[in-house]
């Protein structure tokens, strides 16, 4: 026997039990890899362990499927442990086909028509029992890896949820037919779908139609739904009914004792005829937060954005998976400001910044140069591992330029702030980059003019 094989021995076992338990896609495909490895250039372990157990790929391909963001190379990833389970005999699972439907129209911030077409090839693939991202010279003779799968209701639902993002009204139609053919009745997530779409539209009145056939139907929205509402309205220019579901969602963490005109019963009432009903137990989420942020800062309301700021700061986190603290570990923690919170305050003193003289008397001078700094304070308290990329470092350099009318000075400071806590910033590696410009601008002395 290989001297090696006890010591490989202990190495397979151990990634087994990881794969069998961790709930962390990085962890798990990593050792999924090395399992791989070890089975296929081992021979001594390939005759005792021909392949990875299937359970451990089923779960492998859940915890894949759950992960977020869904990106390329998770699509990658995912079809690389489908293509596995096939080859050594397994059997793919509905959830895996629609899996991979839904992660190959992502990858990009905004889905495009590349996305809808692949997601469409990929769910004709495995329909006809053909592994996706094979030529169809692969497939003489019309030979099939194994018994195609039928599309379900999800496997539409995620077309059409595709079609939607990508803002194409042909095949949202085409899948909604084909849906309507086979007899599947739409569910919650369609007519969500359908809500994304009409937002993207800005058709208020495709919006309220989906939100009447979902309460006709019996189907709830979810606290989903309601971002997804907060999102539409506010799109389109109707911030106050946003600020009303979430008034009402803030209302179940912090009860509002009055009761008399304009009180949060008649805000239920102003709601149910938009068709939206906020149950009690429903309570705001990190999206719900971000969301509200960017839109306020968007808008130029600064005042709402240090209120959900101090709601994000003062609610507890009650969210699946959220960390827990205390001896037996039973006590939630509180929300904190992620990068996105930040992001999104800093685009806002770039669009609104008051400089310190000029500013015309309708203008809003509370993004001005103290408050940015104040919240600049707290944003260099993120946590250590925070990464930033050269667009959050070119929003925060933005912002305080229109509120210091170009200070250099003091962008010379916050840059020089910037670089201490989050490490040398990138700057594309080009001269012409904008960032690159403004750091010759402040540093001349790290430039020097040849002679």
Same mark, same amino acid.
């Given at each position: *026997?290989?001297?090696?094989?006890?010591?490989?021995?202990?190495?397979?076992?151990?990634?087994? %039990?990881?794969?069998?338990?961790?709930?962390?896609?990085?962890?798990?495909?990593?050792?999924?890899?090395?399992?791989?490895?070890? %089975?296929?250039?081992?021979?001594?372990?390939?005759?005792?362990?021909?392949?990875?157990?299937?359970?451990?790929?089923?779960?492998?391909?859940?915890?894949?499927?759950?992960?977020?963001?869904?990106?390329?190379?998770?699509?990658?990833?995912?079809?690389?442990?489908?293509?596995?389970?096939?080859?050594?005999?397994?059997?793919?699972?509905?959830?895996?086909?629609?899996?991979?439907? !839904?992660? @190959?129209?992502?990858?990009?911030?905004?889905?495009?028509?590349?996305?809808?077409?692949?997601?469409?090839?990929?769910?004709? !693939?495995?329909?006809?029992?053909?592994?996706?991202?094979?030529?169809?010279?692969?497939?003489?003779?019309?030979?099939?890896?194994?018994?195609?799968?039928?599309?379900?209701?999800?496997?539409?639902?995620?077309?059409? &949820?595709?079609?939607?993002?990508?803002?194409?009204?042909?095949?949202?139609?085409?899948? @909604?037919?084909?849906?309507?053919?086979?007899?599947?009745?739409?569910?919650?997530?369609?007519?969500?779908?359908?809500?994304?779409?009409?937002?993207?539209?800005?058709?208020?009145?495709?919006?309220?139609?989906?939100?009447?056939?979902?309460?006709?139907?019996?189907?709830?929205?979810?606290?989903?739904?309601?971002?997804?509402?907060?999102?539409?309205?506010?799109?389109?220019?109707?911030? !106050?009914? &946003?600020?009303? %579901?979430?008034?009402?969602?803030?209302?179940?963490?912090?009860?509002?004792?009055?009761?008399?005109?304009?009180?949060?019963?008649?805000?239920?009432?102003?709601?149910?005829?938009?068709? %939206?009903?906020?149950?009690?137990? *429903?309570?705001?989420?990190?999206?719900?937060?971000?969301?509200?942020?960017?839109? *306020?800062?968007?808008?130029?309301?600064?005042?709402?954005?240090?209120?959900?700021?101090?709601?994000?700061?003062?609610?507890?986190?009650?969210?699946?998976?959220?960390?827990?603290?205390?001896? !037996?570990?039973?006590?939630?923690?509180?929300?904190?400001?992620?990068?996105?919170?930040?992001?999104?305050?800093?685009?806002?003193?770039?669009?609104?910044?008051?400089?310190?003289?000029?500013?015309?008397?309708?203008?809003?001078?509370?993004?001005?140069?103290?408050?940015?700094?104040?919240?600049?304070?707290?944003?260099?308290?993120?946590?250590?591992?925070?990464?930033?990329?050269?667009?959050?470092?070119?929003?925060?350099?933005?912002?305080?330029?229109?509120?210091?009318?170009?200070?250099?000075?003091?962008?010379?400071?916050?840059?020089?702030?910037?670089?201490?806590?989050?490490?040398?910033?990138?700057?594309?590696?080009?001269?012409?980059?904008?960032? *690159?410009?403004?750091?010759?601008?402040?540093?001349?002395?790290?430039?020097?003019?040849?002679?």
């Amino acid at each position: *026997m290989d001297p090696t094989f006890p010591l490989l021995h202990t190495t397979l076992r151990d990634h087994l %039990i990881t794969l069998g338990q961790t709930q962390d896609a990085e962890e798990a495909w990593n050792c999924y890899t090395t399992l791989v490895n070890c %089975i296929t250039r081992v021979p001594a372990v390939y005759r005792h362990l021909p392949h990875i157990p299937y359970s451990h790929l089923h779960r492998l391909c859940r915890i894949l499927a759950s992960n977020r963001p869904k990106t390329h190379r998770q699509y990658l990833h995912l079809l690389a442990v489908v293509t596995y389970l096939k080859h050594c005999g397994g059997t793919i699972q509905q959830f895996e086909y629609n899996a991979l439907v !839904d992660h @190959a129209g992502r990858g990009w911030r905004k889905t495009r028509e590349e996305e809808l077409m692949h997601a469409k090839r990929v769910a004709e !693939d495995v329909a006809k029992g053909r592994l996706p991202g094979l030529t169809e010279e692969a497939y003489e003779f019309q030979n099939e890896d194994y018994a195609g799968l039928t599309p379900d209701i999800y496997t539409y639902t995620t077309l059409l &949820a595709t079609a939607a993002r990508a803002s194409n009204a042909k095949e949202l139609l085409n899948t @909604a037919t084909i849906m309507q053919r086979a007899r599947l009745p739409p569910n919650r997530i369609t007519h969500l779908a359908l809500l994304h779409y009409f937002t993207q539209k800005q058709n208020l009145g495709g919006v309220r139609s989906t939100l009447q056939k979902m309460r006709a139907q019996n189907l709830e929205l979810g606290l989903d739904g309601l971002n997804a509402c907060m999102w539409a309205y506010g799109k389109n220019n109707r911030v !106050d009914i &946003a600020l009303m %579901i979430y008034r009402l969602l803030r209302h179940n963490v912090v009860p509002e004792s009055y009761e008399g005109d304009g009180d949060f019963h008649t805000t239920v009432a102003h709601l149910a005829e938009e068709y %939206i009903f906020v149950d009690s137990e *429903m309570r705001p989420n990190e999206i719900t937060f971000t969301m509200l942020v960017q839109m *306020m800062a968007y808008l130029g309301h600064f005042q709402a954005v240090l209120d959900i700021l101090q709601d994000l700061l003062t609610f507890e986190n009650r969210e699946p998976g959220a960390r827990l603290y205390g001896v !037996d570990n039973s006590n939630p923690t509180f929300y904190a400001p992620t990068l996105s919170v930040y992001r999104n305050i800093f685009l806002g003193f770039s669009r609104h910044g008051a400089p310190p003289l000029g500013t015309s008397p309708d203008a809003d001078t509370s993004w001005n140069l103290s408050n940015l700094t104040d919240i600049f304070e707290r944003f260099l308290h993120l946590p250590s591992d925070t990464r930033i990329s050269y667009a959050n470092v070119d929003i925060v350099m933005k912002a305080f330029a229109v509120t210091s009318a170009d200070n250099y000075e003091l962008l010379r400071d916050v840059w020089v702030a910037l670089e201490e806590r989050f490490g040398p910033i990138d700057l594309r590696s080009k001269i012409t980059s904008r960032l *690159m410009r403004l750091k010759m601008k402040l540093f001349p002395e790290l430039f020097p003019t040849p002679d």
